[in-house]
């Protein structure tokens, strides 16, 4: 267990935080359900979002400091308890808690067998390889079953097709200029996203090109060396920052990133976080920053 993230909780933070969980909860006049709203453990990013696009906040979630680095929205609020790692959460936290339900992405974390000992569990899947968005929508219609939240589910899946037709307008001036998604992990390598992605999927729907056209995985994305991104020509560069400002300031400096074509052209820009392997609220945010960096412009 990673030793940033205490194994042990005192009594009076745990009746504390237990006594504060039901106030997390945003009171839709739900019907009764198998697992209570109010009670509900995201040991994934994806499963924070589905819960609170049906306008439930989890009761935890792990890793919180890196979700506000590389996700930010939704944000969380303070109340919300740490349980560690998402890929090693700390077991004995979740027993202690009680949850009605424990959400976690399938295939990722601590398996199906460990997480039923301590409660309920449901496995979301990010993507069958082609359409992530697509997923996520029959994830959280499944999620919103589960607790009684189907029409939750639907309202936010309306209001979700109804944004992305009032966005559609506010590219319509680019033509095929292609656009670049990408974020820097260390001064030598950078994520880019391409086909099968979530950003692509809706690329696809506002009418955009995606600058990168290579080789990605499963998710959408792939690491490549920086020296690749200068073989980018003639598009419009995005870099979703995480807390890397010191990096950038840095890449930013070598003669490699001054002669790069998109550098050259005044065509980079840096955006806050947005997750790439999210759902419909990523989606969201996702639009409103490209509305906000490139909307209304050639």
């Keep these: 267990m990673d030793n940033l993230f205490a194994t042990d909780i005192s009594r009076r933070r745990l009746v504390t935080a237990l006594a504060l969980a039901p106030l997390l909860w945003h009171t839709r006049g739900v019907r009764a359900a198998t697992a209570d709203p109010r009670r509900v453990v995201a040991l994934e990013w994806l499963p924070v979002e589905l819960l609170v696009a049906l306008g439930v906040t989890p009761m935890a979630v792990a890793d919180i400091t890196n979700y506000r680095l590389w996700v930010g929205e939704p944000p969380l609020p303070e109340g919300v308890i740490e349980v560690g790692l998402r890929t090693e959460p700390n077991l004995e936290l979740l027993t202690q808690l009680q949850p009605s339900l424990i959400v976690y992405s399938a295939g990722y974390g601590p398996g199906e067998d460990k997480i039923k000992r301590i409660a309920p569990g449901l496995g979301v899947n990010f993507s069958d390889g082609r359409q992530p968005l697509t997923s996520s929508r029959q994830s959280l219609i499944e999620l919103g079953e589960t607790l009684g939240l189907a029409s939750q589910a639907r309202a936010h899946l309306n209001e979700f097709d109804a944004f992305i037709e009032q966005m559609k307008p506010r590219f319509a001036a680019r033509g095929d200029r292609p656009l670049l998604l990408m974020s820097l992990l260390d001064e030598r390598h950078a994520l880019v996203i391409g086909p099968n992605s979530l950003f692509q999927q809706v690329m696809d729907m506002l009418g955009l090109k995606n600058g990168w056209q290579g080789e990605v995985n499963f998710w959408g994305s ?69 509305d906000k960096a490139l909307g209304g412009r050639p």
């Design 222 to 290: 792939a690491v490549i060396g920086l020296e690749r991104l200068a073989t980018i020509e003639a598009s419009d560069v995005l870099c979703f920052a995480h807390g890397d400002d010191a990096v950038m300031e840095r890449i930013a400096a070598t003669p490699l990133w001054q002669a790069m074509p998109f550098v050259r052209a005044g065509r980079f820009q840096r955006l806050p976080p947005v997750w790439f392997y999210g759902a419909t609220l990523s989606a969201m945010h996702f639009c409103r920053l490209l």
